[in-house]
Structure formats: C-alpha cells, structure tokens
C-alpha cells in the first residue's frame, strides 16, 4: 500500500475560506514534503518538513508534522480560485530507501 | 535558470513498438528520478539515478522498462514492446542530492498505446 495517504481525497469550498488536507503514512521518515499538480502533468514543489520539525509555514501554506501519529496536515488560507490543484503528500522514509513516496492525492477545488 | 526537460511531451504508439522518453535535468543535480501516473492516480516510482547508476532497480513494472543515465546528466526510459497497460503519464524530476531535497519535476510526457 501507498506510504503516504491523503485525506480527504476531494474537497471542494468557497474561495476565501482555508483548505486543510491530511496525510498520514507507515514508516520513519526523514522528511515530508508536499506538492501540487496541475492538469495532470508536471508537480510543484510546495513546501518541505523534516522529521525534527513540527510545524512550517510558506506564504499562505502551513504544515505540520507528528512524527507520534505518523501524520501531517497542509492548510491553505485564503484560497483563491488558482489553488484548484491535486496535493500530494511525499514522504522521503529514513534508512536506506532513496526515492520519495507520494500518496494519491486530494483533489482541491476552489469555487470562486 | 532552465527546469527538467521532458520529450516528447506526447507519444503514440502501437501496441508492440518500443519507445524511447528522454528526461534533461538540472544542470548540477546529481540525482533523478522516473514516476509513472496513470489517469486519477498518484505517482508510482519507477528508478532513480546517482550520477550514473541506478543502485535499485526494482521499482521498474517489468522487464520490457530499462533506463540510462549518461555523464551523469541526460536519462531515457526505454519500453520495449509496448502494451496498452503502459500508457500513462511519465514523469521525470531531479535533485541536488538524494536525501532532504525537494525534487524538480518536469511536464512529463503522456504515453498513449493503441
């Protein structure tokens, strides 16, 4: 199964109001790091959390991190009709594992 | 400066014809990665490069996939013999170092297999 698992796996709000997307995964990690796509193509790196940090914030984007629960959380606020994306939660597992391993996403759609 | 570079950024082929997908990385990145998407999903990983080895290869689907990665830059991802099971999106990104750094993607190329 997927490491990283988002939740929910579509939302939709109004632009304006925040947008909170969950992640949760399996194994030590790290770091966590969170992207955005598109129209199905290429990712955007948003944002990256290491395993020693708790909580990280990017212009409009906050995310947290607990490392007891296995889980992390993204929040946009203020979203705005541009944020309609999938978000993707990417954990990079600590030991010998090399790749980062992304979930399946949550669809974002912000309605203007 | 430029991004990952993908091509081509979309390919039809016949079911049985191999194909060649050419991802250009980062100037100074020295790892790159290949994913495979298919149509809704998340991102399967297919193989990464340090430098020019792929220390694992196991991520790879079967053994029609193969991938190069010379002087340690420019990388194909080689399907031999295509089957309609293969079309999907691939997706090529690269990083400065293997751990603790955010990868780069490129635009991927959109594989269809008729």
């Known amino acids: 199964s997927q490491q990283g698992e988002e939740d929910p796996q579509a939302l939709s709000i109004q632009e304006g109001e925040n947008a909170t997307m969950n992640c949760s995964y399996k194994?030590?990690?790290?770091?966590l790091q969170w992207y955005r796509q598109n129209s199905g193509r290429g990712l955007v790196h948003l944002i990256l959390?290491?395993?020693?940090?708790r909580e990280k914030h990017s212009g409009r984007l906050r995310v947290t991190l607990d490392t007891s629960k296995k889980s992390s959380s993204l929040l946009i606020t203020a979203s705005r009709a541009a944020d309609t994306a999938s978000y993707f939660c990417a954990t990079d597992p600590s030991g010998s594992a090399r790749q980062l391993t992304f979930g399946s996403g949550t669809q974002l759609t912000v309605l203007p | 400066g430029a991004g990952v570079s993908q091509s081509p950024s979309n390919k039809v082929t016949e079911k049985g014809k191999d194909v060649e997908l050419r991802c250009d990385p980062i100037s100074g990145h020295t790892a790159l990665y290949w994913y495979r998407q298919s149509l809704g999903q998340g991102l399967e990983f297919l193989i990464y490069?340090?430098?020019?080895?792929?220390?694992?290869k196991s991520g790879l689907p079967s053994d029609r996939f193969s991938a190069e990665r010379t002087g340690g830059s420019v990388s194909t991802l080689t399907i031999q013999r295509t089957q309609q099971e293969d079309s999907a999106v691939y997706l090529c990104a690269s990083s400065l170092a293997l751990t603790n750094y955010e990868q780069y993607f490129g635009p991927g190329t959109r594989l269809t297999v008729t």
């Open positions: 490069f340090q430098g020019n080895s792929a220390p694992d």
């Open positions: 194994t030590s990690i790290n770091n």
């Open positions: 959390i290491r395993s020693n940090e």
